[in-house]
């Protein structure tokens, strides 16, 4: 069966400060991988996705960057930290039309900037 | 250009009673539609899918929906609601650009469950 990871699951960091987070899936080879943020009671707002590795397109321009080094590994990042980089940021996989579109989602990572 | 509109922000029901969660969508396509659910601080989870077979999908938890293309609609439905139910349930769509596999999700509903 096929899992995905992320970590941290919470951070608090300073404005200005390096971010790196972290996405892994296990049990399945290729996926699409995507990066979404969730502010506080919004929906989901997609931010990154790749179809394989170095593959990155990005979907809202930002001070945020990621990158797929492996398969499975997906990566968000800033070298700066706004106020406004705070929220639920959550890593998904899916395989497109091979398995109809579903995506599934990791548990989540709170990024709290103060 | 595909786009789905929830219709309720929030929904109270008390427990025992049915649940009744308003999705319509618009699409240029025979679309694929997803419902998914995210308890408080939780990633989403899949409850149920249609791919353009059955118009009556049957979920995880007991929750169904009916896609009526006539209607444009794909809403929720349970029987009986559970104070466990209490989450943020999201409409999507695929956005149709082939492998991508980009989805497009609505504004979610809120679901209160009274007890």
């Known amino acids: 069966s096929q899992t995905i990871h992320q970590w941290p699951a919470t951070l608090v960091q300073p404005v200005g400060s390096p971010l790196s987070l972290e996405c892994t899936v296990e049990g399945t080879s290729n996926p699409n991988l995507y990066w979404y943020r969730q502010a506080a009671g919004r929906g989901l707002q997609l931010l990154f996705y790749?179809?394989?590795?170095?593959?990155i397109s990005s979907e809202v321009p930002q001070n945020l960057s990621a990158s797929r080094p492996q398969d499975r590994q997906f990566i968000l990042s800033s070298k700066k930290l706004l106020l406004s980089d705070s929220g639920f940021y959550l890593c998904?996989?899916?395989?497109?039309?091979?398995?109809?579109?579903?995506?599934?989602f990791g548990p989540g990572t709170r990024l709290t900037v103060t | 250009a595909q786009s789905v509109t929830q219709l309720d922000s929030h929904v109270s029901v008390s427990e025992g009673t049915p649940v009744l969660l308003r999705c319509n969508y618009s699409?240029?396509?025979?679309?694929?539609l997803f419902w998914y659910v995210q308890h408080p601080n939780k990633g989403l989870q899949l409850l149920l899918k249609y791919t353009s077979a059955a118009t009556l999908v049957k979920g995880i938890n007991g929750f169904e929906a009916e896609f009526k293309k006539s209607e444009t609609s794909f809403h929720l439905t349970k029987p009986s609601a559970h104070m466990s139910d209490a989450a943020e349930y999201f409409c999507v769509v695929n956005d149709g650009s082939g492998n991508t596999g980009k989805l497009i999700f609505g504004q979610g509903t809120t679901l209160q469950v009274k007890p």
């Open positions: 790749s179809v394989g590795i170095g593959q």
């Open positions: 998904a996989w899916g395989l497109g039309v091979v398995r109809g579109y579903e995506q599934y």
């Open positions: 699409s240029s396509y025979s679309p694929s």
